[in-house]
């Protein structure tokens, strides 16, 4: 997971087009949809709490829910968060952006935080959703890394009454793919993803391959049961909240590695 392999291809932009594109209408979702390259747009400003887990290092927040492994090695440093259930939706709230900002407290600094998710805060069925089950549904919840929620408020509050929003992922370079599985088996972490962050689809497609439909695996990884050993792959990967549709062509070269990541040279904005 640690080799990021230089190659870039040529990589082009499609845009999905949307009976709301068209329209220039506002989605289900509230984001006005405009014509390719769309811009992720802020959300309004909305309620929920956060507390934060771990120490300063942030060692804590490695291996998470999404499978992004050491999120401060991988480029996602130590603003990060778990989301509680209701907002983690199955993995594909991984990779999302918030700015997060506590209110109502006697703890509150004046600090706004930008974390990304990169972790699932679990409910825990055993404690009352007001006294302790903080993650519990429908809780909007963030279990903040303790160097992001310092930014917001005292540690010693515990838990803060916030404000977020999603806000873009502004991301340096393309997007980065981690290849696992075997011979028979391509799992692919898929990290660094600008834009809205997330991702509700994936394809893959070898040089002697037509495109493969992946499915989802857990987190932020995709899967496809096809042999794809020697040859060039290249990536198109749906946004979960935008619905827009990048291309990555030729990500990986003919002789592509498992346990090495490859990046894209395009991303969403
Ligand atoms: C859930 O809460 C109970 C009661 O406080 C605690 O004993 C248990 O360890 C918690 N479970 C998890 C998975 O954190
Ligand atoms: C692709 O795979 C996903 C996940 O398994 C599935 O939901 C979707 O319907 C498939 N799409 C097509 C076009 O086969």
């Keep these: 997971m640690s080799t990021l392999h230089p190659l870039s291809g040529l990589c082009i932009f499609i845009t999905i087009t949307m009976i709301f594109t068209s329209l220039g209408s506002v989605s289900a979702a509230g984001y006005k949809t405009a014509r390719a390259p769309a811009v992720y747009k802020?959300?309004?400003?909305?309620?929920?709490?956060?507390?934060?887990y771990g120490d300063e290092s942030a060692a804590s927040t490695s291996g998470g829910a999404c499978g992004y492994g050491n999120v401060v090695t991988n480029g996602y440093g130590t603003d990060t968060a778990a989301?509680?259930?209701?907002i983690f939706t199955d993995g594909y709230g991984c990779g999302q952006c918030y700015q997060?900002?506590?209110v109502q407290s006697p703890w509150?600094?004046?600090?706004?935080?930008?974390i990304t998710a990169t972790n699932l805060c679990p409910p825990n069925?055993?404690?009352?959703?007001n006294n302790g089950g903080w993650c519990n549904p429908p809780r909007t919840h963030f279990d903040m890394a303790k160097p992001a929620f310092m930014q917001i408020a005292q540690w010693k509050a515990g838990i803060v009454p916030v404000m977020y929003r999603r806000v873009p992922c502004i991301r340096t370079g393309g997007i980065r793919f981690s290849f696992q599985g075997n011979g028979y088996w391509l799992l692919v972490y898929v990290m660094n993803v600008g834009?809205?962050?997330?991702?509700?689809?994936?394809?893959?497609?070898?040089?002697?391959?037509?495109?493969?439909?992946?499915?989802h695996n857990w987190g932020a990884s995709y899967q496809a049961f096809a042999t794809l050993k020697g040859q060039a792959l290249s990536f198109k990967i749906t946004s979960y909240t935008t619905k827009q549709t990048i291309v990555c062509n030729n990500v990986a070269p003919a002789n592509w590695n498992l346990g090495l990541t490859y990046q894209?040279?395009?991303?969403?904005?």
């Design 42 to 52: 802020p959300s309004p400003w909305t309620q929920a709490h956060a507390t934060f």
């Design 83 to 86: 989301l509680s259930s209701t």
């Design 100 to 102: 997060i900002k506590c």
């Design 108 to 114: 509150c600094s004046t600090g706004v935080a930008t």
């Design 125 to 129: 069925y055993s404690k009352d959703s």
């Design 195 to 215: 834009g809205a962050g997330d991702i509700s689809q994936m394809w893959v497609k070898g040089t002697k391959t037509a495109w493969i439909n992946m499915s």
């Design 264 to 269: 894209a040279s395009n991303n969403f904005h």
